[in-house]
């Protein structure tokens, strides 16, 4: 006979577990987004692996900088997780464009930076406040 599985700890850390998934969810697509959009705005097509090919050194820079954050224990907060996500991002999926061979126009890194900036950060501040929000409603 076994004995009764304790599932508390599992059901427990099952909410949380969802949260950062579906945030960095959100942040991978908010990106592959970004990519999309700047490719459809130079006409560069819309195709899957060309939209890859741009998202790629930022999709890796934002999961590398997941794991070295371990920003799964905070990932909706905007103040550090969000703005060192971005940051980490930014710099590191520009460095990993420019490893590549990745054109590195002024412009490009500007818009890259801000845009950037806003699809991982503003999320996190809306939703902060939204939560402070419905906090002090009740």
Do not use: K, Y
């Amino acid at each position: 006979m076994t004995p009764p599985t304790d599932h508390s700890s599992f059901t427990r850390n099952a909410a949380p577990r969802r949260q950062a998934a579906g945030w960095l969810l959100a942040d991978l697509g908010l990106i592959i987004a970004f990519a999309a959009t700047g490719r459809s705005t130079h006409e560069s097509g819309l195709a899957i692996l060309g939209i890859l090919s741009t998202a790629g050194p930022f999709l890796a820079a934002c999961l590398l900088t997941w794991v070295v954050l371990r920003a799964w224990r905070s990932p909706a907060v905007p103040w550090p997780t969000g703005v060192l996500v971005w940051l980490g991002t930014a710099v590191g999926g520009l460095a990993i464009r420019a490893l590549l061979g990745g054109g590195m126009a002024v412009s490009f890194l500007v818009v890259a930076v801000v845009v950037l900036g806003a699809v991982l950060v503003l999320p996190r501040t809306v939703a902060s406040l939204v939560l402070r929000q419905r906090g002090t409603s009740r």
